[in-house]
Every structure is written in structure tokens, then in C-alpha cells.
């Protein structure tokens, strides 16, 4: 069965960098890609960004460009979302989900919460 | 890019009522529309995709419908375990944006 196992909840000060993984088993990684979503305590849904695991390729929302990097590594079939100089708005649940582009979210990771905080 | 606008953003609605939920487009986007529920602290999933289709194993109270700019979603009889909030979400290309949400309750 598809599974996405995400690392554990982060506490970070402003300024600082965060990395989460999220790790794919049950279907070939590089026949997919993962977007990744967040969600701010008590807000809707955002899209942060989408990477192909088959190539690399990505796509970042265009407030999050400059500040994000999402990276996949193959042979463990793990993608990895990195966001850089953190401020008190980044706190959030963030979420991985398997997408191959234009097509839906079908499966999800269980979900970082991430604390920025001083 | 194109934004993605739900109508309401809550509504409270009796166990067996019809209940509708409507997901605006700014620009045509074909049938590229899923909409996702999400429980009370749960992981989003996957309701509906391609506007229409239900994605398996959800209930057939479910129905999508819609093309181009203007969607909906329809529950035909609200039952209590469908209380949770309702997101679009346009997949046609990047960026691949959510709806605000409809947050469903029951009256």
C-alpha cells in the first residue's frame, strides 16, 4: 500500500533553516512526484511547491521562491522540503503528497508541525 | 496566476439536507478540479478529481460537477460524518492552487 512517512515535529528560532523528509514506499518513487502543502494553525491549505521524482524538476509558489529548495534522493526514496530564514508565519503543519503533475493529491504524509519561535 | 474562490466559507446544515459548495475559477481550467475533505485534525483526501470522478472507496452522496471556471460540490444527504472542511484545488498547471475552504457543519 502507498505510504508517506514524514520526520518529526521541529522547533526553530526566526532566522533559522528547517529541512523535512517524507518518505515513499508501496509504488515506484520515480514514476511520481510529491507536492508539498502547508497549513498555518486554523488557516486553509497552501501550495508550496511540486517536484518531480523522475527528473528533478520543480515548480515553487511564487512567494515561497528564493527561500524554498525541494530535493528527492532515489535510492531511498525520500523527497526533502527545505525552507530557509523561518519567521514566525512559517509555523504550520506541512504536508507531503504524491502528485504527478496534473493530476491530484491522492495520497498524503501524516504531517511536521514546525514551530518557529524565539 | 489563477485563484481559486469557494462560496461559502461555512455553512451549517441539518443531518439529511442537500448541501452545495461552489469553486470558482479566475480562468478556465478545463476539468482539472479535485476536491479534498479534511476532518477535524486529520490529513487531507482525496473526494473527488477530473471535477467528477470519485475517487475510490468514497461515498456516492459525493458528486462533483463543473468545467471551465465554475464547479460544484454537491452532498445529497449530509450525514454527521461529514463534518470537516471542503477545499478545491486546480491541478491543470503550476501553481497548483487551493480554494479557501468550506467548513461544514451540522445545524
Known amino acids: 500500500q502507498v505510504q508517506l512517512v514524514q520526520s518529526g515535529a521541529e522547533v526553530k528560532k526566526p532566522g533559522a533553516s528547517v529541512k523535512v523528509s517524507c518518505k515513499a514506499s508501496?509504488?515506484?518513487?520515480?514514476?511520481?512526484?510529491i507536492s508539498w502543502v502547508r497549513q498555518a494553525p486554523g488557516q486553509g491549505l497552501e501550495w508550496m511547491g511540486w517536484?518531480?521524482?523522475?527528473?528533478?524538476?520543480?515548480n515553487y509558489a511564487q512567494k515561497l521562491q528564493g527561500r524554498v529548495t525541494m530535493t528527492t534522493d532515489t535510492s531511498t526514496s525520500t523527497a526533502y522540503m527545505e525552507l530557509r530564514s523561518l519567521r514566525s508565519d512559517d509555523t504550520a503543519v506541512y504536508y507531503c503528497?504524491?502528485?504527478?503533475?496534473?493530476?491530484?493529491?491522492?495520497?498524503w504524509g501524516q504531517g511536521t508541525l514546525v514551530t518557529v519561535s524565539s | 496566476d489563477i485563484q481559486m474562490t469557494q462560496s461559502p466559507s461555512s455553512l451549517s446544515a441539518s443531518v439529511g439536507d442537500r448541501v452545495t459548495i461552489t469553486c470558482r475559477a479566475s480562468q478556465g481550467i478545463s476539468n482539472y478540479l479535485a476536491w479534498y475533505q479534511q476532518k477535524p485534525g486529520k490529513v487531507p483526501k482525496l473526494l473527488i478529481y477530473?471535477?467528477?470522478t470519485l475517487q475510490s472507496g468514497v461515498p456516492s452522496r459525493f458528486s462533483g460537477s463543473g468545467s471551465g471556471t465554475d464547479f460544484t460540490l454537491t452532498i445529497s444527504s449530509l450525514q454527521p460524518e461529514d463534518v470537516a472542511t471542503y477545499y478545491c484545488q486546480k491541478y491543470n498547471s503550476a501553481p497548483f492552487t487551493f480554494g479557501g475552504g468550506t467548513k461544514v457543519e451540522i445545524k
Open positions: 503528497a504524491r502528485m504527478w503533475y496534473a493530476a491530484p493529491l491522492d495520497y
Open positions: 517536484i518531480s521524482a523522475y527528473n528533478g524538476n520543480t
Open positions: 508501496g509504488y515506484t518513487f520515480t514514476s511520481y512526484g
Open positions: 477530473a471535477a467528477s
